[in-house]
């Protein structure tokens, strides 16, 4: 899923020309309230043409929830042409439950749209799934990924600074790893998207935290919140061909797997192998 944070149509559509495949998602963010509905409009309508699911960023519809307005903004959002919607509380001060979740996904699919849940918030306070110290309740988290799917979402996001709170800013936190893999062999890595901040961390925090994530689960895991300027960038890292500034597997894994091997190929599972 890519994070569009308010750049011209002209350059996405030019990277889209190139990397459309690569992308099942566009989240439009929040910053474009900011922005003219007519380029709203334009850009949902070029998403389309690449075959890319357009979803409107969680803020402005947990904006609509506390309003109690959320059937006139679903509307509004459905006649500029948008697919998705994400169920979330990610930016409130706390969480809400999971039967008005329910309630309010119910509601978005009898109106035709594809949602997504959100497991974890920005911040600590309020958020149920971390525990003290930074770490995760894997059960907790487990249990709402489920709750999600059983609401008929398609995929949810595991939060991408409670993915920080875990692994660390450069995924120096090792034993994060472990709760990501008890997390996936309880809920499946097909229903999970990892969401890396795209604004917040550096560029090598970033490659670093995409680059654990291959080294994990392999060249296919599902990541989310990528800024449109850093596809290239990322498809490398799932290639193996490119520095990611402190995963496990170093450097240009695949490369290096290459190197070594006595049969002219790369290991069947390069990924997994350390530096």
């Not at 890519?2 to 910053?31: C, N, Q, T, Y």
């Not at 149920?128 to 990924?145: D, E, K, S």
């Not at 979402?153 to 800013?169: F, K, N, Q, T, V």
């Amino acid at each position: 899923m890519i994070f569009d944070r308010g750049w011209p149509a002209v350059f996405i559509e030019g990277v889209l020309e190139g990397f459309a495949e690569a992308i099942d998602i566009a989240k439009v963010s929040a910053w474009h309230m900011h922005q003219t509905e007519k380029v709203v409009k334009r850009k949902i309508a070029m998403y389309k043409e690449f075959g890319i699911e357009t979803m409107i960023g969680g803020p402005v519809l947990e904006i609509a929830r506390v309003q109690r307005r959320e059937d006139a903004v679903l509307h509004y959002l459905k006649n500029l042409g948008f697919e998705g919607v994400e169920v979330s509380s990610e930016s409130m001060p706390t969480q809400t439950d999971i039967e008005s979740d329910r309630t309010f996904a119910d509601k978005c699919k009898e109106m035709g749209f594809v949602i997504h849940g959100e497991v974890g918030k920005k911040f600590p306070e309020g958020d149920q799934v971390r525990q003290p110290g930074g770490g995760m309740n894997v059960p907790v988290a487990a249990a709402t990924f489920k709750a999600y799917a059983a609401m008929g979402c398609d995929g949810s996001y595991l939060e991408g600074h409670l993915l920080r709170a875990i692994c660390g800013d450069m995924a120096e936190k090792v034993e994060g790893r472990a709760m990501l893999e008890q997390l996936v062999d309880q809920v499946g890595l097909e229903n999970i998207l990892f969401e890396i901040p795209g604004t917040y961390l550096p560029y090598a925090g970033k490659r670093a935290l995409q680059g654990l994530l291959v080294y994990l689960f392999g060249p296919n895991v599902n990541m989310a919140n990528i800024l449109i300027e850093e596809v290239a960038e990322l498809e490398e890292i799932r290639d193996g061909l490119f520095p990611t500034f402190g995963a496990p597997n170093g450097d240009h894994p695949w490369l290096r797997s290459l190197s070594v091997s006595t049969t002219g190929k790369a290991h069947a599972q390069w990924w997994r192998q350390e530096s």
